[in-house]
């Protein structure tokens, strides 16, 4: 905390500095010391980035939201997990530092590229999948096009039907906001604290300094393929909505009870739908839209949990 505090006041100093680039690098050292090192590969559907620990024991998967990159939201579970397990963070395409072919957005594109990674890897043995927001989606098609890679799924606050974007666009017009791509995808500092303000449950305090380092290194140059993702989703919402997986592996669902974005409502739908026992939906108090960054102690045990069941056999 002490060394953040610093930082800050360093930067404070000199707000030209990149403030990002000096997290990523501090990251990615940490995860090299970790044996989670960054890998990659290219082919004719783009650059393929992964980081991983891969010392033949019990898999997990973290699958990040949208606009983010594995390193970056499951950066302290993922080094707590790395002590007992197998950790693997994979860059979803046009995420961290995987980049698409520019012509597919689609979400089995990026179920294939998933799949992809693990091969890199040379992972035979079933995981457990846990896909958040926009990675949920992901790891919800994943699990029914793969379903012998998996062995349980996970899906984290994630609008795997019983969502749509109208009840997004409304939420955005409550904050001032044009519509929920801004708040996905932020060109300004207004849609930046909205944006944060709907992923914590309690944002902490940032400097407008960087925020306009945020949008200037982050949102913006991002934004153009963000948003054709996003278009993706938007043409085919209808088809998911009606959509019913034919999943052959354990289905559980995690959620913060405060997560405005996609809300608790959601969830119950998916419950419902796919009639999914109470003793598999967890629930994160005073907790939005991700848990694991506000909450990282409290969804490492929840992650340990479920792979504790799977040693004993259940």
């Known amino acids: 905390m002490r060394f953040f505090f610093v930082i800050l006041v360093l930067l404070q100093v000199c707000s030209s500095c990149n403030f990002l680039k000096l997290v990523d690098r501090k990251q990615e050292k940490r995860f090299l010391h970790e044996g989670m090192p960054l890998a990659k590969f290219k082919d004719v559907n783009g650059v393929h980035a992964v980081h991983a620990s891969n010392k033949g024991r019990q898999k997990v998967v973290l699958v990040h939201g949208y606009g983010a990159s594995g390193i970056g ?5 993922a080094i707590e997990l790395n002590a007992d397990y197998d950790v693997i963070l994979p860059d979803l395409l046009y995420c961290g530092r995987s980049v698409g072919n520019g012509v597919d957005f689609s979400i089995d594109a990026q179920a294939k590229h998933l799949n992809a990674l693990l091969d890199s890897l040379e992972i035979s043995e079933p995981v457990v999948l846990i896909g958040n927001s926009y990675g949920g989606i992901v790891s919800a098609f994943f699990t029914e096009m793969y379903p012998e890679r998996v062995a349980k799924l996970v899906i984290y606050d994630s609008p795997v039907g019983h969502y749509k974007s109208a009840y997004a666009d409304s939420l955005a017009h409550s904050f001032g906001i044009p519509s929920f791509k801004e708040l996905l995808a932020p060109t300004t500092i ?11 449950y309690d944002q902490p305090y940032i400097p407008r300094f960087l925020r306009r380092q945020m949008i200037k290194y982050g949102s913006i140059p991002a934004r153009p393929t963000q948003l054709k993702l996003l278009d993706e989703l938007l043409e085919h919402e209808a088809e998911l909505n009606a959509y019913t997986f034919n999943w052959k592996v354990p289905i559980y669902l995690c959620w913060g009870d405060s997560d405005l974005l996609i809300p608790v409502s959601t969830m119950n739908g998916i419950s419902q739908h796919y009639g999914i026992p109470a003793d598999r939906v967890k629930i994160f108090k005073k907790a939005a839209h991700a848990a694991n960054v506000e909450y ?7 992650v340990k949990t479920l792979l504790a069941e799977d040693v004993k056999g259940k």
Do not use: G, M
């Open 296 to 302: 990282p102690k409290e969804f490492v045990a929840y």
């Open 73 to 77: 939201q499951y950066f302290r579970s």
């Open 190 to 200: 207004k849609e930046n604290k909205v944006s944060l303000d709907l992923i914590f």
